[in-house]
Every structure is written in C-alpha cells, then in structure tokens.
C-alpha cells in the first residue's frame, strides 16, 4: 500500500514538473518571437519613432562609409545611397500615414514597403565591408524593422518575399 502511493505520489509530481515546464517554455517562446502581441496605437508609435531615428543615423554613417569604400564615385554607389533615401523617405511616410489613420493596423503596405527597401541594403551590407559602425547602425535599423514587422505580422528583412 505504501509502494503504491509512493509511485502515486512521485507520477503526479513528474506530470506536475512536466506540465510547468511546457507553460514557461511557451511563454517563453511568444515573448522572445513578439509576434501574435497585440500592442496599442501608442506603443505602436514608440517603434515607429525609433525606426525613423535609427534610419536617419543609418543614412548619415552609410553616405560617409561609401565615399570611403571602393564603391566610391561609382553608379553603385549612387544606387545604394538612393535606396538609403528612399528608405529614410518611406520611414517618414510610415509615419505621417500613422499619425494620421485611426487604427495602428491600417499601415501594412507601408511597413511593407519599408521592409522591401530595408532588405535591399540588407543584401549589400552582407556584401561589402563598410566599417563597425554604419554595421553597427545598420544591425539597430535591421532589428527595430524586424520588431514592427513581428507587430505587422509581415515577414522580417532579408526575407525571400521581399524582392
């Protein structure tokens, strides 16, 4: 009778143990991904504004790392500040459009957008060496868009979706 309840006692405490592992786990799991979290308008804003501040920074340091690169003076050169621009650009009509719709979830195709360019410049930095820190900006450009893409549900930068 003690045997029993001994093997009783320890299976339920293994079923307990097993059974709280897999909830932190889980938890752990949504809170790291960021997606499926609804967030507020407000909180929304707040990555938007970083996004548009690290862009910014970004697009300064990348214009002086080109004209210190090989890519200097070249058509090159030219198309990939232009994407930065076009980036900056679509960052602050992101966030105009925002300011100006009632709902957060209304500025889909613009984040889309931002994304497409984002990935553009994402590919070239991965192929050119342009100094620690435009890298350095580039990889809090990256993960800022990467956190308002997990809020839009959209795939991250450097994803095969983006042309």
């Given at each position: 009778m003690r045997k029993n309840l001994l093997k009783a006692l320890v299976g339920f405490a293994a079923v307990v143990m097993i059974l709280g592992l897999a909830d932190v786990s889980?938890?752990?799991r949504n809170r790291r991904e960021g997606r499926g979290q609804?967030?507020?308008k407000a909180q929304v804003k707040v990555i938007i504004n970083r996004v548009?501040?690290?862009v910014d920074n970004f697009k300064s340091n990348?214009?002086?790392?080109l004209d210190r690169s090989r890519l200097n003076g070249s058509s090159r050169e030219d198309w990939l500040m232009k994407r930065a621009k076009d980036l900056e650009s679509a960052t602050d009509e992101l966030s105009r459009e925002f300011d100006r719709r009632d709902s957060w979830s209304e500025n889909k195709e613009e984040v889309r957008r931002c994304l497409?360019?984002?990935t553009d410049i994402d590919r070239n930095m991965r192929n050119y060496n342009f100094g620690a820190t435009t890298e350095s900006?580039?990889?809090?450009v990256r993960y800022e868009l990467n956190t308002l893409a997990d809020?839009?549900?959209l795939a991250r930068v450097g994803s095969s979706v983006y042309k």
């Open positions: 889980f938890g752990q609804m967030k507020t548009e501040d690290r990348y214009d002086k790392s497409n360019i984002a900006n580039w990889a809090k809020v839009y549900n």
